[in-house]
Structure formats: structure tokens, C-alpha cells
């Protein structure tokens, strides 16, 4: 109806708002790690998968998000992780195709490090691209971002989150096949679980299928 169509479009008007600010922000500093609490990663990990299962449905994508038995707390901002993984998520929806699958993976990567991948069966990107769409605006002419409506902001602020981490965006794309988003995150081992930083009681999907 009417009314639903306004609040939509409000919303939507929102979100772009709060992206142009953040790109447009001075504000670039890398995060001092060794000062931030240690976190685990599930919870705003969740968060994030759950805040994006409707538009996966709407866009008959299957998502997908197996929190680890294990925890693996890393030093990060939680909101900001959150917020890096609802615009790597939405983006591997939106590039994708109607039957497509998007995999949100936690991996431990030796002793020091843990991979967050999100991993779609999309469009692809081809590799001389795979730098200029994290900058902001971009279009890529041959179709990721003139698939789908978008500002091309999302990718950016991910970037931008990663690099106040101390870390990266990488990308690993084949054309016509599907897309790799990781971002490598220090782990940071408290003298004990109990020392973890407090979060709230982290929801859990029903199934590998995120609900």
C-alpha cells in the first residue's frame, strides 16, 4: 500500500544518509587493537545474518550461517563487525541470482588470526574491477553494479571498517560463478572465557539455514 511504500522508501533514504556520512567522515583512524576487549564474534555475527534473512528471502537467496562450536574471540568493535557483515551479506543477496546460496564462514587461521568469508554463487566480478568497487560511487559498466538498484557505498564503508581493524577487504571473484569477501581479524585470547566481553545471550538459527 501506500503508507508501506513511504516508509520504504524512508528507510531506504535512511540507510543512504547514513552511508554518505560515514564515507564522507574524517575520521580514518586505525582502531588501537591492543586496547579493544577481546569479543567473540558470533553474536554480532548473528545479528547481522538475521537482519538480512528477509531480503534473502524476497530475493529467493538461501542463507546460510554455522556459528563455530568453539569461540574464537578477536579484538574488534562489535558494532562495527556487525555492521561490515550486514553490508557484505547484503551485497552478496543483491548480486546474486533467484535458486543462489550466500555462506557466512568464521574460520581460525593458525594461532593468531580468524577469517570471516562471505561466500556467494552470484554474478561474479571480473578481476579488473575487484579493486575499483570498494571505492565510493562506482559503476562497473560490464553489470555488478548496474545490476541491481544501489549507491555502491556498501562495499566502501566495509572497506573502510576493515582498514580501521588494522586488516583488509579481500576478494577472490570468478565471472559467471560467484564472489569470496574476507577480512582477517587478530585473535586475542583472554586469561579466561569469563573475561570475554560481556554480550547479550547470542541467538542461535534453527537450522545451517539461516531462519
Known amino acids: 500500500n501506500m503508507l508501506g511504500l513511504i516508509s520504504q522508501s524512508g528507510d531506504h533514504m535512511a540507510k543512504i544518509v547514513r552511508d554518505v556520512l560515514d564515507i564522507a567522515s574524517d575520521d580514518d583512524a586505525v582502531l588501537d587493537m591492543a586496547e579493544l576487549a577481546p569479543i567473540d564474534p558470533v553474536y554480532p555475527l548473528t545479528r547481522a545474518v538475521q537482519s538480512l534473512s528477509a531480503s534473502a528471502r524476497d530475493n529467493d537467496v538461501r542463507l546460510f550461517w554455522s556459528p563455530p562450536d568453539s569461540p574464537f574471540p578477536i579484538a574488534a568493535d562489535a558494532a562495527d563487525l556487525e555492521l561490515l557483515a550486514a553490508k557484505l551479506i547484503d551485497n552478496a543477496i543483491k548480486f546474486n541470482r533467484p535458486g543462489g546460496a550466500v555462506k557466512v564462514q568464521l574460520t581460525p587461521v593458525g594461532t593468531g588470526q580468524v577469517r570471516l568469508d562471505i561466500i556467494d554463487n552470484g554474478i561474479g566480478i571480473a578481476s579488473k574491477d575487484t579493486r575499483r568497487i570498494l571505492e565510493p560511487f562506482v559503476q562497473v559498466d560490464e553489470g555488478y553494479t548496474r545490476a ?9 564503508v566495509a572497506s573502510r571498517i ?15 560463478k560467484g564472489s569470496v569477501f574476507s577480512v582477517l581479524f587478530q585473535r586475542k585470547a583472554p586469561a579466561a572465557l569469563s573475561d570475554m566481553k560481556a554480550l547479550p545471550e547470542t541467538p542461535q538459527p534453527a537450522n545451517k539455514e539461516a531462519a
Open 162 to 176: 576493515a582498514r580501521q581493524h588494522a586488516t583488509q577487504l579481500q576478494i577472490r571473484s570468478t565471472p559467471g
Open 148 to 156: 541491481v538498484d544501489g549507491t555502491g557505498l556498501g562495499l566502501c
